[in-house]
């Protein structure tokens, strides 16, 4: 029969095995800047996509309902074709889980991935609540289409910032 002293150091030994592999990784957020975590996000989120970059390979794995035709400011530049994974859309924030990638149209017919969204929709976080947050930026309202939103801009460059919502780069024609 184990006495008490050795069923603790059992149970603190087993436990260590099991927590000890989450407390020390190759890539400690710890000691990273918030730059660097941001940086090292977006890389994560390229090596996701980087087999997505084609429109039918993202419809094929699971991005393949077209929320919004191509969305373009007149003054501010384009957002593209929102392209959702539909069970994405549950209220969960994780830069590895985007909802919707977003796909510019080339003249000649193709698509090309230039970002990613992330969105929670009022009906699960009330547009009265916190806004979520990922990346260290908050996501914002858009009452629109009745969401919170975060456009994320990963494969093509946005001089108005890669977190900001209409990239001048992006175009509909």
Same mark, same amino acid.
């Given at each position: 029969m184990l006495n008490k002293n050795t069923f603790i150091y059992s149970l603190f030994f087993s436990c260590s095995? *099991?927590?000890?592999?989450?407390?020390?990784?190759? #890539?400690?957020?710890?000691?990273?800047?918030?730059?660097?975590?941001i940086e090292q996000m977006l890389n994560e989120v390229r090596q996701? +996509?980087?087999?997505?970059?084609?429109?039918?390979?993202? *419809?094929?794995?699971?991005?393949? +309902?077209?929320?919004?035709?191509?969305?373009?400011? @007149?003054?501010?530049?384009g957002m !593209?074709?929102?392209?959702?994974? *539909?069970?994405? &859309?549950? !209220?969960?924030?994780?830069?590895?889980?985007?909802? *919707? /990638?977003?796909?510019? @149209?080339?003249? #000649? !017919?193709?698509?090309? /991935?230039?970002?990613?969204?992330? &969105?929670? @929709?009022? !009906? &699960? /976080? @009330?547009a009265d609540s916190e806004a979520p947050e990922l990346f260290f930026h908050k996501f914002h309202h858009n009452h629109q289409q009745e969401i919170w939103a975060l456009h994320v801009w990963t494969e093509k460059e946005n001089p108005s910032g890669t977190f900001y919502d209409w990239n001048p780069n992006v175009s509909c024609n």
């Open positions: 095995l *099991i927590f000890l592999p989450a407390c020390s990784s190759d #890539d400690d957020n710890g000691k990273l800047s918030q730059e660097e975590q996701l +996509t980087a087999n997505l970059q084609s429109l039918e390979a993202a *419809i094929e794995a699971g991005w393949s +309902t077209d929320l919004s035709g191509c969305v373009e400011h @007149p003054v501010e530049g !593209g074709h929102h392209y959702a994974r *539909i069970e994405y &859309i549950d !209220g969960r924030v994780n830069h590895m889980e985007p909802q *919707i /990638l977003l796909f510019e @149209p080339h003249a #000649d !017919g193709s698509f090309e /991935l230039v970002g990613v969204e992330y &969105i929670v @929709p009022f !009906g &699960i /976080l @009330p």
